[in-house]
């Protein structure tokens, strides 16, 4: 199983950026979904962004436009670029991996230990 460690948070303004980076130890390549998540006091993780093993992404509506995801196989890291953040973006972000059971061989999810963003007004 892998171990992600998130780093890049910080305190920004409104329309301003950030870049989240997760490390991950092991080998990347064999994850078949890597992802950020927000949780913020009081609600549930939601999904932010999410890259595939072939490089597809998605993202949360709210996000869309303004975040991008990458992962860098060669590196083990995967990125969001936040941009043109709004003070609803703050949170604590989760690097999130998985790895989905084949035949017999069981599959895993892996957690960072989160980093705070948070946008000023």
């Known amino acids: 199983q892998v171990q992600l460690v998130e780093s890049g948070g910080g305190l920004v303004q409104a329309g301003g950026s950030l870049r989240l980076s997760c490390a991950v130890s092991g080998s990347i390549s064999d994850v078949n979904q890597m992802g950020w998540y927000r949780q913020v006091p009081g609600k549930q993780r939601e999904s932010v962004a999410i890259?595939?093993?072939?490089?597809?992404?998605h993202y949360a509506d709210a996000v869309k436009g303004r975040f991008t995801i990458s992962r860098d196989n060669a590196k083990n890291t995967v990125s969001l670029q936040m941009n043109s953040l709004k003070p609803e973006d703050t949170g604590v972000y989760y690097c999130n991996a998985i790895k989905f059971r084949v035949g017999t061989r069981p599959g895993y999810v892996a957690w960072g230990q989160g980093t705070q963003a948070t946008v000023s007004s």
């Open positions: 890259i595939t093993s072939v490089g597809s992404t």
